[in-house]
């Protein structure tokens, strides 16, 4: 297995582009099924999450053709198959999209339950009362997750929570039903906003995309399109984060700021210079960050998935810090690597009380899951000394060219094989 090796101490300075974004990519890509004729996808990520989809929807019979590194042409037309190959279902947590898209397309669909990072619990009890409410019947059949319909009727349903998985799979089905969906307590998220862009552009009828009510009227055909995916907003808080801890100056390019402003508003309530321009943002810090309370919660509120990047800034900053995390039961399971690396954390139930340490140092850490492997490399190169982080695997799934963004601008980072150490990293 490789892992990263981080020598830390460099202030990152230079300009990073930021990827098509991993959460709208792995939503369109399965959506793609529902045309009757060939999409070009472009600004798609290369990650495995990404690949794993791919590799999905090539098994279900649609014909995958690369254009560039980072766009496709994807013809569905070849479909046959409503059953998603378990194997590469377990691995990823967007499996469950494609749900929606074979319901809406063959009107029933076989997948297994979503995988992904260990970060809670994925329950997709609204998922189902979403395909119910349209007229679909749901069971499990020997660990498979299972729909079936005669037909799909619009509907109006109520999320008991807002949840981006299910406002996705929701949508997609829905644009294939006869007559008007409503769901309210929908997600707000960009990528719910950018599903909506690309379903409308092969012929969907969405209004709503954005706000708390998400209008959809059915249509019979849904033509090909070309479509390019948003920046993703997670990468860029992810480098303006370790700008900010690096104490250094970087312009982070390809980007909507409109999407980074909770983001940005913490930022500069721990002490950053930020500066905004029409598709970039240029974080500068020449000094110890300061604390702040963060609060995790659903779009346009503070990401979940920038709490544990967020929090290894807070463990060096001068102060103590609450993060408080309303979203995942299980998004603090960094906080162990980070204390090996003199982070002084105490976590309470939902919140962690983060005392800034001067300094951390290096050493031999895991990434626990995405966006904690995130927090890794930005404590790696904050902390005095080498550190190792291991199982990037989960790094992988969300994060392109990690180690050539970062080296461009100054970092000492490198991939390397366990192997030429003459010893494997066990996971603790």
Excluded at 199 to 228: C, F, P, Q, W
Excluded at 321 to 332: A, C, G, L, Q, Y
């Amino acid at each position: 297995m490789d892992k990263f090796v981080v020598n830390g101490g460099n202030r990152l300075c230079g300009r990073i582009c930021v990827s098509g974004a991993k959460n709208a990519a792995v939503a369109i890509l399965p959506a793609v099924l529902l045309a009757e004729s060939p999409c070009i996808i472009e600004n798609v990520p290369d990650i495995s999450d990404v690949h794993g989809v791919l590799r999905a929807m090539s098994a279900l019979g649609a014909t995958v053709t690369p254009i560039t590194r980072n766009s496709f042409e994807i013809d569905p037309t070849g479909v046959r198959s409503y059953v998603v190959n378990k194997e590469l279902a377990q691995g990823m947590r967007a499996s469950s999209y494609f749900l929606g898209a074979l319901l809406g397309k063959c009107k029933k669909a076989k997948v297994a339950p979503p995988g992904g990072c260990a970060i809670g619990l994925r329950p997709i009890d609204q998922h189902i009362k979403g395909f119910e409410a349209l007229g679909a019947k749901v069971s499990i059949e020997s660990g498979m997750v299972v729909a079936r319909a005669d037909k799909l009727s619009g509907c109006s349903v109520y999320l008991d929570m807002v949840s981006v998985g299910a406002t996705v799979n929701i949508m997609i089905a829905a644009v294939r039903a006869k007559g008007m969906t409503i769901i309210e307590n929908a997600a707000r998220e960009p990528h719910i906003v950018d599903l909506a862009n690309f379903l409308n552009s092969m012929g969907a009828d969405i209004m709503g995309a954005g706000t708390s009510v998400i209008k959809i009227r059915g249509v019979e055909h849904l033509h090909g399109t070309t479509y390019s995916i948003i920046p993703d907003q997670i990468e860029a808080g992810t480098y303006m984060v370790a700008a900010a801890a690096t104490r250094g100056d970087v312009v982070i390019s390809n980007v909507i700021p409109k999407h980074l402003e909770s983001i940005i508003a913490k930022l500069k309530e721990a002490g950053a210079t930020i500066e905004e321009g029409d598709e970039f943002v240029r974080v500068a810090m020449n000094k110890r960050p300061g604390k702040c309370n963060v609060k995790t919660m659903p779009h346009p509120g503070f990401p979940t998935d920038m709490q544990p990047q967020f929090a290894t800034l807070l463990a060096i900053a001068d102060g103590t810090s609450i993060v408080t995390e309303s979203v995942w039961e299980n998004r603090f399971r960094y906080v162990e690597q980070l204390t090996f690396m003199g982070a002084s954390i105490q976590v309470d139930g939902k919140s962690a009380i983060i005392t800034g340490a001067k300094k951390l140092k290096g050493a031999h850490v895991q990434a626990d899951d995405l966006r904690a492997g995130a927090a890794m490399i930005i404590a790696g190169l904050v902390a005095e000394g080498q550190t190792e982080i291991s199982s990037i695997e989960y790094i992988d799934r969300g994060y392109e060219m990690v180690v050539e963004k970062l080296t461009a601008v100054g970092a000492d980072i490198k991939r390397v094989s366990d192997e030429k150490y003459g010893y494997t990293l066990k996971a603790n």
